[in-house]
């Protein structure tokens, strides 16, 4: 039989992030737009209040990231703020 393998906790996951709108802008400290500039995935705060699910982090990735290149798109249309 082998030895144990050690266990320790690890974060995985940060609740924190870049303030973002529905379309992915993000915020500066302000409170205000910073044009030009999108986030999305796990970069972003606030998506998932005080806690998510492991496996949303997924679903995060593909859905605010197809928004910020749509937003982004429509910024260098100049369609977007």
């Given at each position: 039989m082998q030895a144990p393998?050690?266990?320790f906790p690890?974060?995985?996951?940060?609740m924190g992030g870049l303030k973002v709108d529905p379309s992915m802008h993000v915020y500066?400290?302000?409170n205000n737009i910073m044009k030009g500039l999108y986030a999305a995935g796990e970069a972003t705060?606030?998506?998932h209040g005080?806690?998510?699910i492991g496996g949303n982090a997924v679903?995060?990735?593909i859905v605010n990231g197809r928004i910020a290149g749509q937003?982004?798109?429509k910024y260098l249309?100049?369609?977007d703020l």
């Open positions: 393998i050690p266990l690890a974060i995985h996951h940060t500066d400290k302000e705060g606030g998506v005080a806690n998510r679903l995060d990735i937003s982004s798109a249309k100049g369609k």
